[in-house]
């Protein structure tokens, strides 16, 4: 786990005992990587980000990333970056190769 990455973000991450129960803490990336509480579920997000590191960002089927989780969450891939926004909070831009780094830490934590 990158521990450097996850403070310059204000995040914290814990494994927990019981499966596919990480704890996380921190700003609104924290409540939004929450709801992502299957492995496999972590799996498909990182493979649309190698999918866009690569420079086959139009390969990805559907790059937003915030439907279903209500109408106060947006999140989306961009080919150089991902954009996370939740209502009532400033809008982050984060690197493709941070957020996949930040994706695999809690992926380690729900295993």
Request: hydrophobic share 45%; charged share 20%; glycine share 12%.
């Given at each position: 786990m990158n521990?450097?990455?996850?403070?310059?973000?204000?995040?914290t991450m814990q494994k927990s005992f019981e499966k596919f129960h990480g704890i996380i803490s921190g700003n609104p990336i924290a409540n939004y990587i929450y709801n992502y509480r299957h492995p496999d579920d972590v799996d498909e997000f990182i493979a649309d980000l190698d999918l866009a590191i690569s420079g086959n960002f139009s390969l990805i089927e559907d790059p937003d990333y915030?439907?279903?989780m209500g109408n106060y969450?947006?999140?989306?891939?961009?080919?150089?970056?991902?954009?996370?926004?939740q209502e009532?909070?400033?809008?982050?831009?984060?690197?493709?190769n941070d957020w996949k780094e930040i994706l695999l830490a809690w992926k380690e934590c729900l295993e």
């Open positions: 521990d450097i990455l996850l403070q310059k973000y204000g995040l915030g439907c279903g969450w947006f999140a989306h891939i961009t080919p150089t970056h991902f954009e996370l926004w009532g909070f400033d809008k982050r831009i984060i690197p493709l």
